[in-house]
């Protein structure tokens, strides 16, 4: 029977295969790289956006999924939740650039098992993963850290439970476009998307936020100031 090693010297029968999720080439093919150096991972895919994620999650029926965040199109936070839904098996590692309070806290209401930073090491990474892999949960210690200062300081409050109404920096401007009166075309042209993409984009924060007509969305748009109260003239 085939087995690898870890470095820390604990076997596994089988290679922790692997789907990378970025839609930049250049990250895809490093992490690959960097995953194929190691005795005991394999790539079975790659991805450029959460979409063909969830794709490529049935196809290969990998043990993980390293996805990006900052994506266009489908949410990976919603990718995530219809991961852990669908393929629980599949462990989710976001590796992103992102140290938002609020990226991590969406982050752990979609299930996701580790939240790392792209400026952390390859052996930092591989170690995140291999921790994920076992069953455990990985944050990168500054992210970490920094959630527990804002708890320490009295400042997170109950930020600590995740909101439904968290919204990604797309889906915030998706909202502010619909709410200040554009169709999907035009919001499709103005963010260089296709109209398919804004639809989904619209029909992913409508259920989170369980809003039902554009009425109430506007209204939310309006409450939150994602857009300006209109001013008669």
């Known amino acids: 029977m085939d087995q690898r090693v870890f470095a820390d010297g604990q076997a596994v029968k089988n290679r922790i295969r692997c789907l990378v999720v970025d839609?930049?080439?250049?990250?895809?093919?490093?992490?690959?790289?960097?995953?194929?150096?190691?005795?005991?991972?394999?790539?079975?895919?790659?991805?450029?956006?959460?979409?063909?994620?969830?794709?490529?999650?049935?196809?290969h029926q990998p043990d993980l999924v390293v996805m990006d965040v900052g994506m266009p199109g489908m949410s990976p936070f919603e990718a995530a939740r219809l991961i852990q839904r669908d393929y629980p098996h599949a462990k989710v590692l976001f590796l992103t650039m992102h140290e938002d309070e609020e990226?991590?806290?969406?982050?752990?209401?979609?299930?996701?098992?580790?939240?790392?930073?792209?400026?952390?090491?390859?052996?930092?990474?591989?170690?995140?993963?291999?921790?994920?892999?076992r069953g455990g949960n990985y944050v990168s210690p500054q992210v970490l850290s920094r959630l527990v200062e804002?708890?320490?300081?009295?400042?997170?409050?109950?930020?600590?439970?995740?909101?439904?109404?968290?919204?990604?920096?797309?889906?915030?401007?998706?909202?502010?476009?619909?709410?200040?009166?554009?169709?999907?075309?035009?919001?499709?042209?103005?963010l260089g998307l296709s109209v398919k993409t804004v639809e989904a984009h619209k029909f992913n924060l409508m259920r989170k936020l369980d809003i039902h007509n554009k009425a109430q969305l506007v209204t939310y748009a309006i409450q939150k100031r994602i857009v300006k109260m209109p001013v008669d003239a």
Do not use: W
């Open 23 to 59: 839609d930049h080439i250049l990250v895809r093919q490093g992490v690959r790289r960097l995953l194929e150096d190691e005795p005991d991972f394999e790539v079975v895919g790659e991805a450029g956006n959460a979409a063909e994620a969830l794709r490529k999650v049935l196809e």
């Open 103 to 133: 990226y991590v806290m969406q982050a752990l209401a979609a299930g996701v098992a580790g939240y790392v930073l792209k400026d952390t090491s390859a052996a930092g990474l591989i170690s995140a993963l291999r921790e994920v892999y």
């Open 150 to 190: 804002n708890v320490s300081a009295g400042s997170a409050g109950t930020r600590l439970v995740p909101r439904s109404d968290m919204l990604t920096p797309r889906e915030r401007e998706v909202t502010r476009m619909i709410a200040e009166g554009n169709s999907a075309k035009e919001i499709a042209q103005c």
